[in-house]
Each structure stands twice: as C-alpha cells, then as structure tokens.
C-alpha cells in the first residue's frame, strides 16, 4: 500500500499564497500520476489538478479556482507540490495528494477525476482561509 504524506497547511488571511507538498517515504513519486483534491466541511471531495509522469498537467478545478491554483512536480526531491495563490475564505478544506502507477509507455497519462481511479492517498492537510 502505497502512502502519501501531505504537508504546508495553515491558516492564511485571504489574499496570501500557501506551497503545499505531497511526497512518499517509500515510493518514488517519480513513477506516478498525482492529483490534488480538496474537501470541505458538508461537501464531497473535489479533484483540483492532475500531474502526469512527464509533467503533462490535466486541469479538473472548480470553476472558482480559475487558475489560482498550480501543480508541479520536482522529482529530484520527490515531490509533487500544489500552489495556492491568492486564497479566499471559500479555498477553506483538507487538501490530499492521490496517486495512481503509471508504467513507462503511458508518460502522459493522467486518470480522470474520480477518486476511485487513485488507489494511494494521503491523510491531507488543512487550509483555513480567514481575515
């Protein structure tokens, strides 16, 4: 089983901007499609963005996001990041990395949205939006 580790929440005022980091203690993230989702208290978890082995970049946000939001990935340091910019109050969730193996002849490949197409999953992280 496969385990992600999230971390870089917190609570912000809105307006600021927040860098949060997905990686794997075990696994090289290197050989996997990641994705951001996000879940707000009363609300089903969201898929935000999907990054592919080669760093092809699939976009499922909501439509309040609107490019706010960027994922990249540095697998020297084996990490996928997720950065935040310009939070509002409504940005308030757990944020959580996902991931899914993708083998070598499919760089590209990137799931759908739906959270059952990404077996690992990490615990998430907090993001408190509030003046």
């Known amino acids: 089983q496969v385990q992600l580790v999230e971390s870089g929440g917190g609570s912000v005022q809105p307006g600021a901007s927040l860098r949060l980091s997905c990686s794997s203690p075990?696994?090289?993230?290197?050989?996997?499609?990641v994705a951001w989702f996000r879940e707000a208290p009363g609300k089903g978890r969201e898929a935000i963005s999907c990054?592919?082995?080669?760093?092809?970049?699939?976009?499922f946000h909501v439509d309040s996001i609107q490019g706010r939001f960027t994922v990249y990935r540095d697998n020297a340091k084996n990490t996928v990041s997720l950065h935040l910019d310009s939070l509002r109050p409504e940005d308030s969730a757990v944020y959580y990395c996902?991931?899914?193996?993708?083998?070598?002849?499919?760089?590209?490949?990137?799931?759908?949205?739906?959270?059952?197409?990404?077996?690992?999953w990490g615990q998430g992280t907090h993001v408190t939006v509030s003046s």
């Open positions: 990054i592919s082995r080669a760093g092809n970049i699939s976009t």
């Open positions: 075990e696994f090289s993230l290197a050989d996997y499609a």
């Open positions: 996902a991931g899914k193996f993708v083998r070598d002849r499919r760089p590209t490949y990137c799931p759908r949205d739906s959270t059952s197409n990404y077996p690992a």
